[in-house]
Protein backbone atom coordinates (compact mmCIF):
# COMPACT_ATOMS: atom_id res chain seq x y z
CA UNK A 1 0.00 0.00 0.00
CA UNK A 2 1.30 3.21 -0.93
CA UNK A 3 1.94 5.72 2.28
CA UNK A 4 0.03 8.94 2.38
CA UNK A 5 1.27 12.50 1.55
CA UNK A 6 0.09 15.92 3.11
CA UNK A 7 1.45 19.17 2.35
CA UNK A 8 1.59 21.43 5.25
CA UNK A 9 1.96 25.43 5.35
CA UNK A 10 2.26 27.51 8.28
CA UNK A 11 0.66 30.64 8.77
CA UNK A 12 3.11 33.05 10.17
CA UNK A 13 2.01 34.16 13.84
CA UNK A 14 0.36 31.10 14.26
CA UNK A 15 0.34 30.43 18.18
CA UNK A 16 3.46 32.13 18.96
CA UNK A 17 4.16 35.92 18.45
CA UNK A 18 6.30 35.72 15.53
CA UNK A 19 7.11 32.16 15.73
CA UNK A 20 4.74 29.97 13.19
CA UNK A 21 4.45 26.42 14.90
CA UNK A 22 4.01 23.96 12.12
CA UNK A 23 3.35 20.25 12.96
CA UNK A 24 3.68 16.59 10.48
CA UNK A 25 2.45 13.78 11.18
CA UNK A 26 2.96 9.99 10.42
CA UNK A 27 2.83 10.54 6.56
CA UNK A 28 5.40 11.30 3.69
CA UNK A 29 5.22 15.39 4.70
CA UNK A 30 5.97 17.83 2.19
CA UNK A 31 6.25 21.44 5.08
CA UNK A 32 6.79 25.20 3.77
CA UNK A 33 7.70 27.49 6.37
CA UNK A 34 6.79 31.32 6.69
CA UNK A 35 9.62 34.10 6.60
CA UNK A 36 9.09 34.03 10.92
CA UNK A 37 11.24 32.12 12.77
CA UNK A 38 9.57 28.65 12.65
CA UNK A 39 9.48 25.22 14.46
CA UNK A 40 8.62 22.46 12.44
CA UNK A 41 8.51 19.11 14.01
CA UNK A 42 7.86 17.03 10.65
CA UNK A 43 7.39 13.43 12.47
CA UNK A 44 7.46 10.37 10.94
CA UNK A 45 7.12 9.55 6.92
CA UNK A 46 10.03 10.57 4.59
CA UNK A 47 9.51 14.53 4.95
CA UNK A 48 10.51 16.59 2.70
CA UNK A 49 10.74 20.20 4.81
CA UNK A 50 12.00 23.93 2.81
CA UNK A 51 11.83 26.13 6.24
CA UNK A 52 12.31 29.91 4.37
CA UNK A 53 13.61 32.66 6.00
CA UNK A 54 13.77 33.70 9.87
CA UNK A 55 15.97 31.56 12.24
CA UNK A 56 14.26 28.27 12.65
CA UNK A 57 13.90 24.91 14.45
CA UNK A 58 13.34 21.38 12.06
CA UNK A 59 13.11 18.54 13.47
CA UNK A 60 12.41 15.36 10.90
CA UNK A 61 11.89 12.76 13.12
CA UNK A 62 12.07 9.36 11.78
CA UNK A 63 12.40 8.56 7.65
CA UNK A 64 14.56 9.76 4.67
CA UNK A 65 14.11 12.94 5.36
CA UNK A 66 15.05 15.95 3.38
CA UNK A 67 15.43 19.18 5.57
CA UNK A 68 16.26 22.74 4.39
CA UNK A 69 17.24 25.48 6.68
CA UNK A 70 16.75 28.27 3.79
CA UNK A 71 18.31 31.50 5.05
CA UNK A 72 18.45 32.57 9.07
CA UNK A 73 20.18 30.61 11.79
CA UNK A 74 18.49 27.02 12.02
CA UNK A 75 18.54 24.57 14.16
CA UNK A 76 17.76 21.60 12.01
CA UNK A 77 18.03 17.68 13.39
CA UNK A 78 17.65 14.74 11.13
CA UNK A 79 16.36 12.16 13.90
CA UNK A 80 16.44 8.40 12.58
CA UNK A 81 16.59 7.19 8.71
CA UNK A 82 19.21 8.56 5.94
CA UNK A 83 18.24 12.26 5.70
CA UNK A 84 19.64 15.52 3.82
CA UNK A 85 20.16 18.45 6.10
CA UNK A 86 20.85 21.63 3.98
CA UNK A 87 22.17 24.91 6.56
CA UNK A 88 21.51 26.96 3.25
CA UNK A 89 23.13 30.62 4.16
CA UNK A 90 23.11 31.76 7.94
CA UNK A 91 25.21 30.27 10.90
CA UNK A 92 23.70 26.77 11.26
CA UNK A 93 23.58 23.94 13.69
CA UNK A 94 23.05 20.27 12.09
CA UNK A 95 22.72 16.98 13.47
CA UNK A 96 21.95 14.01 11.64
CA UNK A 97 21.69 11.66 14.23
CA UNK A 98 20.84 8.33 13.37
CA UNK A 99 21.51 6.69 9.50
CA UNK A 100 23.68 7.25 6.78
CA UNK A 101 23.32 11.42 6.54
CA UNK A 102 24.29 14.22 4.05
CA UNK A 103 24.70 17.42 6.05
CA UNK A 104 26.05 20.42 3.93
CA UNK A 105 26.21 23.57 5.96
CA UNK A 106 26.33 25.93 3.04
CA UNK A 107 27.54 29.67 4.21
CA UNK A 108 27.90 30.38 7.53
CA UNK A 109 29.78 29.53 10.64
CA UNK A 110 28.01 26.39 10.82
CA UNK A 111 28.41 23.42 13.67
CA UNK A 112 27.66 19.94 11.92
CA UNK A 113 27.08 16.67 14.02
CA UNK A 114 26.97 13.47 11.58
CA UNK A 115 25.50 11.12 14.85
CA UNK A 116 25.43 7.33 13.90
CA UNK A 117 26.13 6.22 10.51
CA UNK A 118 28.17 6.41 7.41
CA UNK A 119 28.14 10.30 7.22
CA UNK A 120 28.61 12.88 4.31
CA UNK A 121 29.32 16.33 5.80
CA UNK A 122 30.64 19.46 3.69
CA UNK A 123 31.03 22.98 5.57
CA UNK A 124 31.10 25.11 2.53
CA UNK A 125 31.91 28.65 3.27
CA UNK A 126 33.08 30.11 7.03
CA UNK A 127 34.46 28.48 9.93
CA UNK A 128 32.69 25.50 10.38
CA UNK A 129 33.12 22.53 13.36
CA UNK A 130 32.47 19.29 11.83
CA UNK A 131 31.83 16.32 13.89
CA UNK A 132 31.55 12.79 12.46
CA UNK A 133 30.29 10.45 15.06
CA UNK A 134 30.32 7.04 14.90
CA UNK A 135 30.55 5.32 11.58
CA UNK A 136 32.81 5.47 8.26
CA UNK A 137 32.65 8.80 7.80
CA UNK A 138 33.60 11.64 4.97
CA UNK A 139 33.94 15.12 5.95
CA UNK A 140 35.07 18.08 3.82
CA UNK A 141 35.64 21.54 4.88
CA UNK A 142 35.73 23.73 2.73
CA UNK A 143 36.53 27.16 2.82
CA UNK A 144 37.68 28.59 6.14
CA UNK A 145 39.71 27.89 8.74
CA UNK A 146 37.43 24.58 10.42
CA UNK A 147 37.86 22.23 12.51
CA UNK A 148 37.05 18.58 11.67
CA UNK A 149 36.61 15.70 13.99
CA UNK A 150 36.14 11.87 12.68
CA UNK A 151 35.09 10.49 15.74
CA UNK A 152 35.26 6.60 15.70
CA UNK A 153 35.86 4.91 12.55
CA UNK A 154 37.56 4.88 9.24
CA UNK A 155 37.37 8.41 8.20
CA UNK A 156 38.13 10.61 5.26
CA UNK A 157 38.71 14.31 6.07
CA UNK A 158 39.54 17.23 3.81
CA UNK A 159 40.66 20.45 5.29
CA UNK A 160 40.34 22.26 2.26
CA UNK A 161 41.36 26.02 2.09
CA UNK A 162 42.07 28.03 5.41
CA UNK A 163 43.50 26.91 8.50
CA UNK A 164 42.23 24.09 9.60
CA UNK A 165 42.34 21.85 12.38
CA UNK A 166 42.04 18.27 11.68
CA UNK A 167 41.42 15.10 13.85
CA UNK A 168 40.80 11.92 12.65
CA UNK A 169 39.76 10.18 16.14
CA UNK A 170 39.68 6.65 17.05
CA UNK A 171 39.92 4.35 13.65
CA UNK A 172 42.34 4.05 10.64
CA UNK A 173 41.53 8.00 8.93
CA UNK A 174 43.10 9.31 6.08
CA UNK A 175 43.69 13.32 6.29
CA UNK A 176 44.41 15.73 3.76
CA UNK A 177 44.65 19.16 4.94
CA UNK A 178 44.62 21.27 1.72
CA UNK A 179 45.34 25.03 1.39
CA UNK A 180 46.61 26.55 4.44
CA UNK A 181 48.99 26.14 7.96
CA UNK A 182 46.80 23.29 9.41
CA UNK A 183 46.96 21.19 12.81
CA UNK A 184 46.43 17.56 12.42
CA UNK A 185 45.50 15.66 15.92
CA UNK A 186 46.38 12.25 15.84
CA UNK A 187 43.98 9.81 18.11
CA UNK A 188 45.59 6.71 17.29
CA UNK A 189 45.04 4.27 15.09
CA UNK A 190 46.68 3.86 11.72
CA UNK A 191 46.30 7.01 10.05
CA UNK A 192 47.51 8.49 6.98
CA UNK A 193 48.39 12.22 5.91
CA UNK A 194 48.49 12.83 2.55
CA UNK A 195 49.60 16.07 1.82
CA UNK A 196 52.13 16.81 5.39
CA UNK A 197 53.89 20.18 4.24
CA UNK A 198 55.74 23.14 5.58
CA UNK A 199 53.28 24.95 7.94
CA UNK A 200 51.55 21.99 8.99
CA UNK A 201 51.57 20.63 12.69
CA UNK A 202 50.99 17.14 13.88
CA UNK A 203 50.00 17.27 17.67
CA UNK A 204 49.90 14.16 19.61
CA UNK A 205 49.17 13.35 23.32
CA UNK A 206 52.43 12.96 25.46
CA UNK A 207 50.44 10.18 26.99
CA UNK A 208 49.95 7.97 24.11
CA UNK A 209 49.92 4.52 24.44
CA UNK A 210 51.19 4.66 27.74
CA UNK A 211 54.24 6.70 26.38
CA UNK A 212 56.05 9.70 27.69
CA UNK A 213 56.67 11.83 24.82
CA UNK A 214 57.98 15.11 26.31
CA UNK A 215 58.80 16.73 23.17
CA UNK A 216 59.37 16.21 19.29
CA UNK A 217 62.94 14.91 19.27
CA UNK A 218 61.26 11.90 21.10
CA UNK A 219 58.79 11.75 18.18
CA UNK A 220 60.94 11.57 15.81
CA UNK A 221 62.66 8.78 17.59
CA UNK A 222 59.91 6.48 16.13
CA UNK A 223 60.19 7.35 12.72
CA UNK A 224 60.60 4.66 10.56
CA UNK A 225 62.46 5.68 6.49
CA UNK A 226 59.68 4.60 3.74
CA UNK A 227 61.54 6.39 1.03
CA UNK A 228 59.44 7.41 -1.64
CA UNK A 229 56.50 6.73 0.45
CA UNK A 230 57.38 8.88 3.31
CA UNK A 231 58.00 8.59 6.81
CA UNK A 232 56.38 6.50 9.11
CA UNK A 233 55.70 7.35 12.84
CA UNK A 234 55.22 3.53 14.59
CA UNK A 235 54.44 3.90 18.11
CA UNK A 236 54.79 0.15 18.56
CA UNK A 237 51.49 -0.31 20.37
CA UNK A 238 49.24 -0.57 17.40
CA UNK A 239 48.87 3.07 16.54
CA UNK A 240 51.11 4.54 13.94
CA UNK A 241 50.99 7.99 11.45
CA UNK A 242 51.95 7.73 8.15
CA UNK A 243 53.23 10.96 6.52
CA UNK A 244 52.86 10.65 2.79
CA UNK A 245 55.68 12.02 0.75
CA UNK A 246 57.56 13.45 3.71
CA UNK A 247 61.48 12.54 4.05
CA UNK A 248 63.17 11.08 6.64
CA UNK A 249 65.95 13.23 6.73
CA UNK A 250 63.66 16.32 7.02
CA UNK A 251 61.40 14.87 9.84
CA UNK A 252 64.56 14.06 11.72
CA UNK A 253 66.96 16.63 10.66
CA UNK A 254 64.58 19.30 12.44
CA UNK A 255 61.30 17.54 14.23
CA UNK A 256 60.03 20.73 16.52
CA UNK A 257 59.47 22.13 12.95
CA UNK A 258 56.74 19.56 12.35
CA UNK A 259 55.39 18.35 15.97
CA UNK A 260 54.18 19.10 19.03
CA UNK A 261 53.69 17.29 22.26
CA UNK A 262 50.03 18.54 24.46
Same mark, same amino acid.
Given at each position: M?????W???????????V????????????????E??????????????????????????GD?????????????? *?? @? $? !? +??? /? %????? &?????? #? =??????????????? *?? @? $? !? +??? /? %????? &?????? #? =??????????????? *?? @? $?D +??? /? %????? &??D?G? #? =?????????D???V?S?GGD????F??????QI???????????????????????A??????FE?G??????????E?I??D????F???
Open positions: ARATSLTGAANQGVISATIPGGAFNDFVFGTSSDFISAGGGADTVIAGSGDDIIDGGADMLNGGSGEDQVYG *GE @G $D !D +LLL /G %GSGSD &TLSGDE #G =DDTVLGGAGDDVMEG *GA @G $D !D +LMV /G %GSGDD &TLEGGT #G =DDRLEGGSGDDLLQG *GA @G $D +LLY /G %GKGDD &TIGA #G =DDVMFGGDGDLFFGVIMDSDGDILAGTLDGLSLEGAADVAGYAIDLGEGTLIDQDSILLKGVSYETAPEKFTIV
